[in-house]
């Protein structure tokens, strides 16, 4: 039984590298940590991309510093329009619904990309925040894409 439940932990925590194109790799120091943008084109909203950035420890790091397992927690986002929005497929529920999901560390935090649609303001907000197993994390980042009249509402 706990065979299967780490099993399926560690599933969930694999990266859904289909949902993403790394863009940019963008070397920070000399140790060889990296700051990696990536492409995430909304699965449910055709006509939004988002790019992602978020930081990656190098060999040298993690073995100087410890800790082989976890990348640090921080991210940020920046999402656009792309093209006509459609958002007949989206979730409307409060907490808003997942778009994308990349394991942080072996298996207990991920970072997510979570689409939350503010309909009083005609707006889709995105969230990316860390998640992890057994305590929350402060670090996130929002960005907002604004609809125009004729983009298909839910």
Avoid at 18 to 43: C, F, L, T
Avoid at 55 to 84: H, K, M, Y
Avoid at 131 to 142: H, T
């Amino acid at each position: 039984m706990i065979r299967k439940m780490t099993a399926a932990m560690a599933l969930a925590a694999l990266p859904l590298a289909a949902m993403a194109e790394e863009v940019a790799r963008v070397g920070v120091d000399w140790v060889g940590n990296d700051v990696i943008v990536e492409a995430i084109h909304d699965p449910k909203v055709s006509g939004v991309t988002c790019h992602l950035a978020y930081f990656s420890r190098s060999v040298l790091d993690r073995l100087s510093q410890g800790n082989w397992f976890e990348d640090p927690s921080n991210s940020a986002i920046q999402c656009t329009r792309t093209g006509p929005i459609d958002l007949s497929q989206i979730d409307t529920g409060d907490d808003g619904e997942k778009v994308f999901s990349e394991g942080r560390s072996l298996i207990f935090k991920s970072l997510r990309v979570r689409r939350i649609y503010d309909a009083e303001n005609r707006v889709l907000i995105y969230l990316a925040h860390s998640a992890e197993l057994s305590e929350g994390s402060a670090k996130m980042s929002l960005a907002t894409v604004p609809l125009m009249e004729g983009d298909k509402a839910p």
